[in-house]
């Protein structure tokens, strides 16, 4: 589905990093990012141009592609790697920070990805998320159109113990994220920290 969506010229999602990203990027702690579900590249690659050292992971090869054509258009590296998050490892205290920014899974994959999360910030990491909410089926700008993959603050802070929450906000925003993210948005967007 995914190879599908991403087989045109353009960039779905736009090359410019996710707004509320950009706007807190500031928030990651230390150097070692791992930005999750990340298609064509485009926050990972702004993440390398900041300075930090992004690794990305997808399900796309085709979205590998992209964010690697991306990644040397703008002189920079990242390490992509396509794997299903059902079976990646993040690891154990690996990473400084993670994005998770529109990646919305089944409810069960979710869940398992949020506890691994947990165990794969090092102490002090920082959890960096923004989905859209079920209140976006009702406007239709983008994101499944299924309920049950999209999240809301009490499933967050059920799906991440563990984590201190510092910022846990469900906001309407307006969204300009190339012709695939395009409009009026029901988001969730957390800023959290490993214990």
Known sequence: MWDERYSSDHYIYGTEPNQFLQQNVSRLGGKKILCLAEGEGRNAVWLARQGYQVSAVDASSVGQTKALKLAQQHKV???????????????????????????????????????????????????????????????GTGGPQDAAMMMDAATLEAELPGLRFDHLAEVKRDIVEGTGHTGCGAVVQVIATRR
């Open 77 to 139: 590296s990242i390490h992509y790697e396509v794997r299903d998050l059902a079976c990646f490892d993040l690891g154990i205290e690996q990473w400084d920070g993670i994005v998770s920014i529109f990646c919305h899974l089944p409810p069960a994959l979710r869940k398992s990805l949020h506890q691994r999360i947990v165990h794969a910030l090092k102490p002090g990491g920082v959890l960096l998320l923004e989905a859209y909410t079920p209140r976006q089926l009702q406007l």
